[in-house]
């Protein structure tokens, strides 16, 4: 049994290589601006994370379609959801700096869908998804502080604008909730989701390394 994780996060593989999996990483190249504009815009902050997971999952499983392996795919998405909206990653020093006047003093949930999907033989057999909240309370930076952080390009490319694990860390007062799901993926809910699908932390501890 190998576990494949359908993100290109530095973060989410760090996390699972710290608790003891080894995973195949495979970027599944979903649209996500594209997805969450089909969902339209009445759909439940929890069903746009959840199925931008689900998607990224089922697009990395077609890929092993003609293969004989036994795996699980691991599809993640987080977005933050504070003053009312819903932010996924600002892509740029404007935007994040926009979000950090919002969130500066601020609480905000941060949302991740995760999906699991079961594949035998190059076939989907099973799949669960769900999602995790995490209450985030940040600090107010100084200007300067804010600045340098900006500077850093680190808040440009994930979800809210902060990480946890990172240089955005001296930001966040304190979180109500599962660590890990605010770094990219929530290790309790992924366990739930493998034993629903069939499968157990123990076989992916002993699968070999990619």
């Known amino acids: 049994m190998r576990l494949v994780l359908a993100s290109a996060s530095p973060a989410r593989l760090s996390v699972l290589r710290g608790a003891g999996v080894k995973p195949m990483v495979r970027v599944s190249g979903v649209d996500e601006d594209a997805l969450t504009a ?25 890929t092993f379609a003609d293969t004989t392996s036994d795996l699980v795919i691991v599809g993640c998405d ?29 609480s905000g949930v941060l949302l991740t869908g995760h999906a699991v999907l079961r594949v035998t033989d190059g076939v989907v057999v099973a799949q669960a998804a769900a999602h995790s909240s995490t209450v985030v ?18 808040p440009l490319q994930v979800a809210g604008a902060f990480t946890l694990d990172g240089l955005g ?3 966040v ?5 599962d660590p890990s799901s605010v ?5 309790p ?4 989701l493998l034993t629903r699908v069939g499968t157990s932390l123990a076989e992916l501890w002993g699968a070999p390394d990619s």
């Open 78 to 106: 987080s977005m933050l959801s504070i003053g009312g909206e819903l932010h996924g990653k600002p892509h740029s020093v404007e935007v994040a700096r926009q979000r950090w006047q919002t969130m500066a003093g601020a």
């Open 38 to 62: 089909s969902l339209g815009p009445s759909a439940a902050p929890e069903t746009v994370v959840t199925e931008l997971a689900r998607a990224k999952a089922s697009a990395v499983a077609e």
């Open 189 to 192: 809910l992924v366990r739930t």
């Open 183 to 187: 770094i990219g993926i929530g290790l």
């Open 137 to 154: 309370h940040f600090a107010t930076p100084s200007s300067a502080d804010l600045e340098a952080y900006l500077g850093s390009g680190e």
């Open 169 to 171: 860390g001296w930001f």
């Open 173 to 177: 007062d304190r979180i109500e909730g």
